[in-house]
């Protein structure tokens, strides 16, 4: 080095003991084990993994001190405003308050905004006072209207009895019918008579009639309830009233022996016959199917079962017998045959309806199972089917109590 540049070195003071020199020791290198340990699990192929897990570790950290932090800060704050815990230990007590200091809501409040609509909101039943109209569909039955409206099937009747009197196979399709809106009667007020015992004929009271709202009359001016003022020809719900139906069946009691008390039926009537076949007290199917396509036994309306069948299918006797009708009856039944089968300790008969053919005469004895028709739908028939009654000497029975099973 050049001696000009060369700077002096410091002069210890006197007094003092000048150290000896020591040889400068070379840095100290410190590992850094957390890299050393990362690198080694990157060299493994885990370092991704490892960073997942970091990341998780940290999130966890990171929401216990936001816990603790808000723990903190609830315990600084009044107890009145505190926030509620998220879990409460047990079950919380409910408070008191007062509706009347309940705000009321905000929509309500607020024109034009409306409260959402509940989707299964209850719309409570308004019982129908007022009469309603109905046309008959093909394929409607008096019974399945009755039940359409939750009527009883002589209500259906007794509010029609114009249309249909009486006879459930007066039904057809096109027909306008009344439908009241409760079980009853229908019936026009003509006069004449006491309002009282017109009220009395059909089991009800004046004032059941004149105060159901259905009739719209005015109390005010009705005066006596005996002599009401009524005008004549005006039309009258009766609720709960009830009448005698007028049966279109064929009179009971047509035997072999007593075959003309059928006259009244139509031409079809036969005289009196001596002797014949006499029946076993059991019976079969009458037709080759054997369920229903029209009414069941429902009386008083209907007596007996209408069978299922194509038109010109043979009908059979159900049991033997002597034919005492045979021929076209008036009252709705079209070519009709009635056997009688004698002998028995009920004295049954069976009547066949709505026939397309009669293959059989009167007095003619015929066994059980003997073809004696076919099936039709003639008379009061909306469709081929076979009207099928079985009745003793007084009265009518159920064909499904003595028929097989089907």
Known sequence: MDPEFREEAPQAPQGEHKPAEQTPKPPRIRRNLLAEWANALLQLGLGESM?????????????????????????????NVRTRPALAAGPTPTAFVDPSLIPPPMDAAIPGVSRLARPHTNVPTRPRTELEKYTVQTGDTLFGIAEKYGLKPQTILWGNYNIL?????????????????????????LGGISFEEWARF????????????????????????????????????IPGGSRELVVWSAPLGVTRENAASAQVMGPGACGAVSGGA?????????????????????????WGIDIAGDLGEPVFAADAGVVVYAGLNKYGYGNMIMIDHGGNPTGFQTLY??????????????????????????????GPHLHFEIRTTTYFV?????????
């Open 165 to 189: 009197v009486d006879d459930p196979h007066s039904l057809s399709p096109g027909q306008e019918l009344n439908i009241l809106p409760v079980d009853g009667i229908y019936y026009e007020w």
């Open 398 to 406: 159920n064909p499904w109590d003595y028929l097989p099973p089907p």
């Open 353 to 382: 309806a709505h026939l397309s053919d009669i293959a059989v005469y009167c007095g003619q004895s015929v066994g059980q199972g003997d073809e004696i028709g076919a099936i039709g739908s003639t008379g009061k028939s909306s």
């Open 202 to 237: 059909f089991g009800v009271t004046a004032q059941d009639i004149l105060e159901y709202p259905g009739n719209n009359l005015d109390m005010d001016t009705i005066g006596d309830p005996a002599n009401p003022n009524i005008k004549a020809g005006t039309w009258l719900i």
């Open 51 to 79: 960073l997942r897990v970091g990341t998780t570790l940290l999130s966890l950290v990171l929401i216990a001190a936001a816990i603790w932090l808000m723990d903190v800060f609830n315990k600084q704050v009044p107890l």
């Open 278 to 302: 006499v029946g076993f007290g059991t019976f079969i199917w009458p037709a080759n199917k054997h369920y229903l396509s029209g009414y069941d036994y429902q009386p008083p309306i209907h």
